[in-house]
């Protein structure tokens, strides 16, 4: 069993930036691909950024490459997502997920999810 806890989710104007974090129990993080996600009112959720297992390979959704970049300490079993040059359209709750011994990621194989953080951009 896995929790995942994520934070530093907040309001924010547009341009600024952020770093979400997630934390995570057990002693097996570091078998476990992590990723984030996110949905927006009204929205589906959708794919941000993912990491594997090793941290030697990562994975971005267009929308936000080159401003977004995901990280982990697989010492203190904790995911990081650093959000730059961040836009209204980034408003939404944003989840983090473990999926374990999978890559590439996709949400239908996430075996664990958090409950998710608020980050509001506004214009």
């Known amino acids: 069993q896995v929790q995942l806890v994520e934070s530093g989710g907040g309001l924010v104007q547009a341009g600024d930036s952020l770093r979400l974090s997630c934390a995570a129990s057990g002693r097996t993080f570091s078998y476990y691909a992590m990723g984030w996600y996110r949905q927006a009112p009204g929205k589906e959720r959708e794919f941000v950024a993912a990491i594997k297992w090793s941290g030697g390979s990562t994975s971005y959704a267009d929308s936000v490459k080159g401003r977004f970049t995901i990280s982990r300490d697989n010492a203190k079993n904790t995911v990081y997502l650093q959000m730059n040059s961040l836009k209204p359209e980034d408003t939404a709750v944003y989840f983090c997920?473990?999926?374990?011994?999978?890559?590439?990621?996709?949400?239908?194989?996430?075996?664990?999810w958090g409950k998710g953080t608020l980050v509001t951009v506004s214009s």
């Open positions: 997920a473990a999926d374990y011994q999978e890559w590439p990621m996709h949400d239908y194989g996430v075996d664990y």
